[in-house]
């Protein structure tokens, strides 16, 4: 839309695997408005913390339609999930896959 990052909101569904690879399925909010699904992959050893987070292409249609850069969205995407800027399903807490060692 703008050369501004949009504001966007992280909510994970579910997270399923281990402290090694785990499958992340979630939905994330654009300023507030709209709402899409998308899925991740975290690996959390071999070279440290890495997210790939993948978009349907109806998801990056849409966003297209919408005015946004579906790649932009996917790097702030990954950002926010690395960084834990997200919310959780009651019952999750961000210890679940933790590297205990």
Same mark, same amino acid.
């Given at each position: =839309? ?12 579910? #997270?399923?695997?281990?402290? =090694?690879?785990?499958? #992340? +399925?979630?939905? @994330?909010? &654009? ?11 975290? @690996? !959390?050893? #071999?070279? !440290?913390?890495? #997210? ?16 946004? +850069?579906? +790649?932009?969205?996917? =790097?702030? &995407?990954?950002?926010? *999930? *690395?960084?834990? +800027? &997200?919310?959780?399903?009651?019952? &999750? ?9």
């Amino acid at each position: =839309m703008e050369d501004d990052p949009p504001n966007l909101d992280v909510h994970i569904i579910g #997270i399923g695997g281990t402290q =090694m690879a785990a499958k #992340i +399925d979630g939905t @994330f909010t &654009l300023d507030g408005t709209l709402k899409f699904p998308f899925e991740a992959i975290a @690996f !959390g050893r #071999i070279g !440290g913390q890495n #997210i790939g987070a993948k978009l349907s292409e109806s998801t990056e249609l849409g966003l297209r339609e919408a005015g946004y +850069d579906p +790649d932009e969205v996917v =790097m702030q &995407l990954q950002r926010s *999930l *690395l960084q834990g +800027d &997200l919310t959780l399903p009651e019952g &999750l807490s961000r210890e679940t896959f933790a590297d205990d060692e």
